[in-house]
């Protein structure tokens, strides 16, 4: 008599659609070479406009068709990069810790992104990884973890410390990113909440933050060059009950709100 073995049934195969973003210079064509051809061109060869290449991965039982648009980060080449931001399920930010203008530019990819998506732009729908590049030239950093790490997890990003040099960071940072990107695809298409809930407010991170780059006690209070106690007395308050330790898990908060108790009591000194 003749049996029949039940076939296993592998899942699907899934194809996303992923894209680099980040100033230029900052490693975004470095980071992919690093995982996809495991070697790294010290020579700096700018992306002209766009690159295109495939890999295929496999996650857990699924294998992934991963289609890979590594943007230019020159601002001339804007027209061409616009026409790729749809559909893409995952996006690397890249910035160089060395340059906090690559930094603080990241707010404005974002802003470009969800401006060539126009109707389209659900950004709950797609996987965003900040990679914190070239933390292999320790001595030129600028932009400590804290902060990096800051800025992405209030906004549900996962963060990660890469040297595309080195090659740190990078398997697990690309793992991480695929493996999201397909828990996405199964969770109907929506990111899983459990990534998005980090535990503080994105008004938290942005407070410490500013804390952070303020330029005096004035200015880290929030308050105008001669306020009056009863100004800073209120202002003070504000900042202490977003920041207490007891009620903030956000990184930086104890740092911050210890800034914001000195900042009170040295302009208390001064006021009459
Ligand atoms: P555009 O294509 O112009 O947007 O730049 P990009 O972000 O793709 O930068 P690219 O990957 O071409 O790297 C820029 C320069 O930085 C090159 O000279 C690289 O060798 C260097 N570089 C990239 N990643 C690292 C890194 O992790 N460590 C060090 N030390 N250098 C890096
Ligand atoms: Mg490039």
């Given at each position: 008599?003749?049996?029949?073995?039940?076939k296993?049934?592998?899942?699907?195969?899934?194809?996303?659609?992923?894209?680099?973003?980040?100033?230029?210079?900052?490693?975004?064509?470095c980071?992919?070479?690093?995982?996809?051809?495991?070697?790294?061109?010290?020579?700096?060869?700018?992306?002209?406009?766009?690159?295109?290449?495939?890999?295929?991965?496999?996650?857990?039982?699924?294998?992934?068709?991963?289609?890979?648009?590594?943007?230019?980060?020159?601002?001339?080449?804007?027209?061409?990069?616009?026409?790729?931001?749809?559909?893409?399920?995952?996006?690397?930010?890249?910035?160089?810790?060395?340059?906090?203008?690559?930094?603080?530019?990241?707010?404005?990819?974002?802003?470009?992104?969800?401006?060539?998506?126009?109707?389209?732009?659900?950004?709950?729908s797609?996987?965003?990884?900040?990679?914190?590049?070239?933390?292999?030239l320790?001595?030129?950093?600028?932009?400590?973890?804290g902060?990096?790490?800051?800025?992405?997890?209030?906004?549900?990003?996962h963060?990660?410390?890469?040297?595309?040099?080195?090659?740190?960071?990078?398997?697990?940072?690309?793992?991480?990113f695929?493996?999201?990107?397909?828990?996405?695809?199964?969770?109907?298409?929506?990111?899983?909440?459990?990534?998005?809930?980090?535990?503080f407010?994105?008004?938290q991170?942005?407070?410490?933050?500013?804390?952070?780059?303020?330029k005096?006690?004035?200015?880290?209070?929030?308050?105008?060059?001669?306020?009056t106690?009863?100004?800073?007395?209120?202002?003070?308050?504000?900042?202490?009950v977003?920041?207490?330790?007891?009620?903030?898990?956000?990184?930086?908060?104890e740092?911050?709100?210890?800034?914001?108790?000195?900042a009170?009591?040295?302009?208390l000194?001064?006021?009459k």
């Amino acid at each position: 008599m003749e049996t029949t073995v039940p076939k296993r049934r592998d899942k699907k195969s899934l194809r996303v659609k992923v894209i680099s973003l980040g100033n230029a210079e900052v490693g975004k064509s470095c980071i992919i070479k690093r995982y996809c051809e495991k070697r790294f061109v010290p020579k700096y060869l700018a992306t002209i406009g766009i690159d295109y290449g495939v890999t295929k991965v496999q996650v857990r039982d699924r294998e992934i068709k991963v289609n890979i648009f590594d943007m230019a980060g020159h601002p001339f080449f804007y027209e061409v990069r616009n026409e790729f931001y749809k559909d893409s399920q995952g996006v690397l930010l890249v910035y160089d810790v060395g340059v906090r203008e690559s930094f603080e530019a990241l707010d404005s990819w974002l802003g470009e992104m969800k401006q060539e998506m126009g109707s389209q732009a659900n950004m709950d729908s797609i996987v965003f990884i900040v990679c914190a590049n070239k933390v292999d030239l320790t001595k030129r950093r600028v932009v400590d973890e804290g902060e990096g790490r800051l800025w992405a997890e209030s906004r549900g990003f996962h963060y990660f410390e890469t040297s595309a040099q080195s090659g740190e960071g990078i398997n697990e940072m690309f793992q991480a990113f695929f493996s999201s990107i397909t828990d996405m695809c199964e969770n109907g298409g929506k990111r899983p909440v459990s990534e998005v809930s980090v535990g503080f407010t994105k008004e938290q991170a942005d407070t410490i933050r500013r804390i952070r780059n303020s330029k005096d006690s004035w200015d880290m209070l929030g308050v105008k060059p001669g306020a009056t106690r009863e100004e800073v007395n209120k202002a003070y308050r504000k900042l202490a009950v977003l920041l207490h330790p007891d009620k903030c898990v956000a990184p930086g908060s104890e740092d911050a709100f210890k800034a914001v108790v000195n900042a009170r009591t040295s302009l208390l000194k001064n006021i009459k």
